[in-house]
């Protein structure tokens, strides 16, 4: 099964820290979260700052960093099937979901630990522009792929 991938983080350098990560499955099922104590505004562009955080939901969706990355394996370990974890920035997106998913030197058993680079599948259409909103971008990337029933 195919999980697509998008994140937003503070800035486009290696110095990046994760804010906000979205997974959309191949069969509809969801998850998103906020970080809250992984970054700060000064570690933020200017993009991010105009762009990105103004489109943060916050409440339920916003924790702590242990509590998201206990979200993302109880997600992740619903699935019975491989999953194979699809993303349009690998060098980014990859990166930071590898820092949620990497616990204590272990890998989740049923996550390919490599990703596929959106940009090597056939899209069934362009999709439409990306807002910079994880969840939003990453219903918009699924979409390009999973062909309408």
């Not at 993302?72 to 999953?83: D, I, Q, S, V, Y």
Request: charged residues 20%; proline residues 6%; hydrophobic residues 45%.
């Amino acid at each position: 099964m195919k999980l697509y991938l998008d994140c937003e983080f503070t800035q486009l350098s290696p110095a990046a820290k994760l804010i906000s990560l979205a997974l959309v499955a191949e069969d509809g099922s969801e998850f998103y979260v906020e970080l809250l104590d992984t970054w700060s505004h000064q570690d933020c562009s200017d993009f991010v700052i105009e762009i990105v955080l103004p489109q943060l939901w916050h409440g339920s969706y916003a924790m702590p960093v242990f509590a998201a990355r206990d979200a993302l394996l109880a997600f992740l370990e619903g699935f019975t099937e491989t999953l194979e974890i699809v993303t349009d920035a690998p060098q980014y997106d990859w990166e930071l979901f590898c820092e949620l998913a990497y616990v204590n030197g272990r890998w989740p058993s049923n996550v390919l630990n490599r990703p596929t680079d959106a940009a090597t599948l056939y899209a069934c259409n362009d999709g439409a522009p990306l807002p910079h909103h994880a969840l939003l971008d990453a219903r918009i990337i699924a979409g390009m792929f999973v062909a309408p029933d």
